[in-house]
């Protein structure tokens, strides 16, 4: 019974002091680790300290492996060094050009990847597998070392990222300089689509494409393939068209999965002001037609309104930089003897103004006149674009044989004064012109929408939408010269040889 007493007497105490110490000690062990954490903090804050202490980190290229485990070939501080490398570093991170982090004691203890900033530089040519010429934008040379992402995606005129003093180059640019200047691309534009022209057409079947398609015979013949042509003649009337068939039509010939390609390169897109950088410009385009050329594939070099850049030497057009220019073209037209499929195509309506070493046997030695077409021909080209794939009110050849007549029905349009008194009177007819048959074939189909939309008529185009678009092609005349300049009327009519001292529009 006394025992039970005092049971009763101290229990609610004894609860009291069980919870106080169940307290502290959860207060213990929250305090314990608060001590443990800032034990951990002032310890991190040590280390953090000693890494203030330490040297800065430098970093360089790692160019090679060193002859001995351990050690690598690493530029840095504008130098070639043999450095330790760190156990804890990947060997296989460590690929050449690869940026690296040198510690303390100048060892190698991290790969950074390459680098994304440098100098830039175009490829002129490849040496080997892992070597390249590169040209910086004051065209000065240096042969550098390719980074692994370049071995197999870069070629002549390509962009790259270059380290000058670590004699790298380490990642290739989008945008190639060769692409900024000229076009390779396959065209789809064939013989068929060309109208007018089908003597000039067979004579470059004759002399380009033979000697692709049959070149035994001309081995066995003892017969060199002709190295280029020229396209001359008025603006508009399919040039460029046929340059561009020739190497679709090559594509076609040779089969077995090849192609032939078409680098097109506009003339005044090739002038720079500074010197030698066009001349630097004509070395990288045939540079990449080389490459092209060493598949076993043809390549066509056109060179568009070849008369801005190559003009006769000493005629003191523009700046007289034609004496550099003109020679670097003859070497490199010289050079592609040794790569058959080569050729060069160059158009112009001025061909007059370009240098007589350019023409001569052996270089652009096939020359093909490419005239206004007379009625005839106009037809032909007619025929491309007015097809029974539009609405037509009326038969084709009964639309195509109104708008040749509309085309040619006399019209005077100017009156040349020569140079030996003479006078004569040029008609709407002598500037027609395969450029032209298609924007009055375009407008034509616009007026027949717009009398379709108006409720006037919905039967399609119609004689008189083609005779109201020639008359509104010949109004505003947009492809005539300025009156100021007599002779470029004898130039645009491609008529040569006599010389226009004034003339007088009269139409």
Known sequence: MAGEIHDDAFGPELR???????????????LAELLKSSRDRLNDLYVKVEELGEPA?????????????????VHTSGRRMRLKVSPLVDPATLVPGTLVRLGEGTVVVEACGFTPTGQIATMVERIGDDRAVVADQQGAESLVMLAEPLLDTTRAGDTVLVNASAGYAFERIQK????????DEIPDVTYADIGGLSSQIETIQDSVELPFSHPELYSAYDLTPPKGLLLYGPPGCGK????????????????????AHFINVKGPELLNKFV????????????????????????IVFFDEMESIFRTRGSGVSSDMETTVVPQLLTEIDG???????????????EELIDPAILRPGRLDI??????????????????YITDAIPLADSRETLIDATAAAMFAPRPFVRLELVDGTAEVLHYSDFVSGAMIANVVDRAKKLAIKDHIAGVSTAGVTADHLRQA???????????????????????????GRRVVAAEVIG
């Not at 190639?176 to 076009?183: A, G, I, M, R, Y």
């Not at 046929?242 to 089969?255: E, H, T, Y």
């Not at 630097?280 to 080389?290: G, S, V």
């Open 16 to 30: 009291s002091l069980k919870r106080d110490n169940q307290n502290l000690g959860e207060r213990n062990k929250r």
């Open 57 to 73: 980190s430098t970093y360089g290229i790692y160019l090679a492996p060193a002859a001995r485990d351990g050690e690598a070939e």
């Open 176 to 183: 190639t300089e060769v692409n900024q200047l000229s076009l």
């Open 240 to 259: 460029t068209l046929i340059a561009k068939a020739v190497a679709n039509s090559l594509s076609q010939r040779i089969g077995d999965g090849g192609q």
């Open 276 to 299: 030698g950088e066009t001349e630097r410009r004509i070395r990288l385009i045939f540079e990449r037609a080389r490459e092209l050329a060493a598949g076993g594939n043809p390549v």
């Open 336 to 350: 592609v003897e040794d790569i058959a499929n080569v050729i060069v195509i160059g158009a112009t309506n001025r």
């Open 367 to 384: 020359k093909i006149r490419v005239s206004r077409p007379n009625k005839e021909e106009a037809k032909d080209i007619l025929a491309r």
């Open 470 to 496: 020639v008359r509104d092609e010949q109004d505003e005349s947009e492809d005539m010269p300025n009156t100021a300049n007599p002779d470029e009327w004898a130039r645009i009519t491609g008529r040569h």
